[in-house]
């Protein structure tokens, strides 16, 4: 028997509505996830990646119903975490936390750090003041930071060190999951390396299991055990991290691929391009909806959506091209 997945989300859903008000029906929807599946194994670093504007964010914000789903189900432990109520979701949310993408705004400024980290703990459990304190001051060291900053406000840090906050505030209450929402899009490129490395190196101490936004591919690939390839809110492609980075079979995975720098001159891909801009999201193409911007399109892709079916064993693709075969030129 297999073991229950920590988080299984089930035809997730997410829709937006488009003017109207309390006295009209919106005149329009926008999918911003649309039937979404996956599952995420304790101890699991699993990477969400697209362009802007896929439905990244907006699925993580579902996760930990930030927002609440149109439809579908999300799983915690085998719990449907979609249909709980308010009282419901505060017991569970303390296993679950995230991490916002904006250092500078998802810190409140009016606020001490002591004040910013220990804010969950005071919302899920009663402990002492003294007692927060110190958790805060212990988190606060073990993110790179130090005890005496718990008196400081945000605007005394950099990007780099506010982000370590971020960090402390999400593990102050011991979760088990945590979405990191592009957590290092925002920094300099030599502190995203200090942030990932502190990110797997709590990822073993605290046993975490991360949910990993991103658009950037090479970051996902050095962090997370599987990918998924999200368009338009749907995913693409779903597959471990070195079946993804060797061959990826979906031609919107292979062009974002190509996009990342390759300092291997013996690593290539066969160049796949993509035609003409993102489609509208509230008028989204029939049928498959990368077609418009594939190369590769056929007549069958304009009239039906592809289904993410296995490919090949643990590698999952949405992409009527790979109904049993994979697309010529894989990476070597």
């Known amino acids: ?25 919106p005149r329009a929807w926008v999918r911003a996830v649309d039937g979404v599946s996956f599952s995420v194994k304790r101890g699991e670093s699993f990477g969400l990646v697209g362009e802007s504007g896929c439905g990244k964010t907006t699925l993580g914000q579902l996760i930990v119903r930030l927002i609440d789903p149109t439809g579908g189900r999300i799983e915690f432990e085998g719990q449907d975490y979609a249909s709980m109520n308010r009282a419901e979701i505060r017991l569970v949310r303390k296993r679950m936390q995230i991490i916002f993408q904006d250092p500078y705004s998802s810190l409140d400024p009016r606020m001490k750090v002591d004040s910013i980290i220990t804010e969950p703990l005071r919302a899920v459990q009663r402990i002492s003041k003294t007692k927060r304190r110190d958790a805060a001051a212990e988190l606060l060291e073990r993110v790179g930071l130090r005890a005496v900053d718990l008196d400081k406000y945000p605007h005394e840090f950099s990007g780099g060190q506010r982000q370590r906050i971020g960090i402390a505030r999400a593990l102050c209450v011991r979760p088990e999951l945590v979405v990191a929402d592009e957590p290092v899009s925002a920094l300099d ?84 391009s993509m035609e003409e801009d993102v489609p509208n999201p509230v008028d989204p193409p029939s049928g498959c909806t ?12 304009r009239v039906e959506r592809p289904p993410l079916v296995e490919t090949i064993p643990s590698h999952y693709v949405a992409c009527w091209l790979n109904q049993g075969r994979g697309i010529e030129g894989e990476i070597k």
């Open 1 to 25: 028997m297999s073991e229950t997945p920590l988080l299984a989300v089930h035809d997730l859903e997410k829709r937006f509505p488009l003017g109207g008000g309390s006295l009209s029906k």
């Open 290 to 301: 990368f077609h418009p911007r594939c190369q590769f399109a056929f007549d069958h892709c």
């Open 189 to 272: 490129v030599s502190i995203q390396a200090q942030i990932i490395n502190l990110m797997q190196d709590l990822k073993d101490d605290f046993d975490l299991s991360y949910i990993f936004i991103s658009h950037d591919l090479s970051v996902v690939e050095h962090i997370c055990d599987r990918i998924a390839v999200m368009y338009l809110g749907t995913i693409f492609e779903l597959a471990s991290s070195e079946s993804f980075s060797l061959a990826p079979r979906h031609p919107y995975a292979r062009a974002l691929l190509m996009a990342v720098p390759q300092p291997d001159p013996q690593r290539r891909v066969k160049p796949v």
